[in-house]
């Protein structure tokens, strides 16, 4: 049985400082998604996980996901992606990427941070995601934030078929 369809509340836009800039926090449209591509390009080395159209479709269906992009002066410095998984009690990050020039500033803990708080405001469980096994470095991220681990899904990525570990963050 699915849950009616819910949209996700519970944002709103708003500027933090990291590093000493202003960074705005916002909802991100169909226009960013070129955006985010570049985001994921300049995280992954010139191969973005996800392409423009995944970027559009997932915003577009904006009813279970919400997409928040963080920029410093109009430039787009690092993003998150939610969804509501309707048949269960999660909110799910499909995505999160910072600029390396932006890393290890608390601006990707920030974000986990501000998901959790959009979870609880829905009255949800949990926040899960999925990361690589080989990224140590954000899986050290997720569990300082609070996820455990839950399962460990074998030969996940479709590029190159590399394992990846299923988290929660349970509220």
Known sequence: ????????????????????????????????????????????????????????????????????????????????????????????ITNIAVLPIWQSKGLGSYLLNYAGKIAQLNHLQRLTLEVRRSNAHARRLYEKIGFKKKSELIGYYNDDHEDAIEMEWLF
Request: glycine residues 6%; aromatic residues 10%; charged residues 25%.
């Open 1 to 92: 049985m699915f849950l009616k369809s819910k949209k996700i509340e519970g944002f709103t836009e708003h500027e933090i400082s990291i590093a000493g800039k202003k960074v705005l926090i916002r909802q991100a449209d169909l226009e960013d998604s070129k955006k985010l591509v570049a985001i994921e390009e300049a995280v992954y080395t010139g191969l973005a996980p996800w392409n423009q159209l995944a970027f559009v479709t997932e915003i577009a269906y904006g009813r279970h996901n919400l997409y928040l992009s963080a920029s410093v002066e109009g430039q787009a410095i690092a993003f998150i992606g939610l969804t509501y998984r309707r048949n269960s009690k999660d909110l799910h």
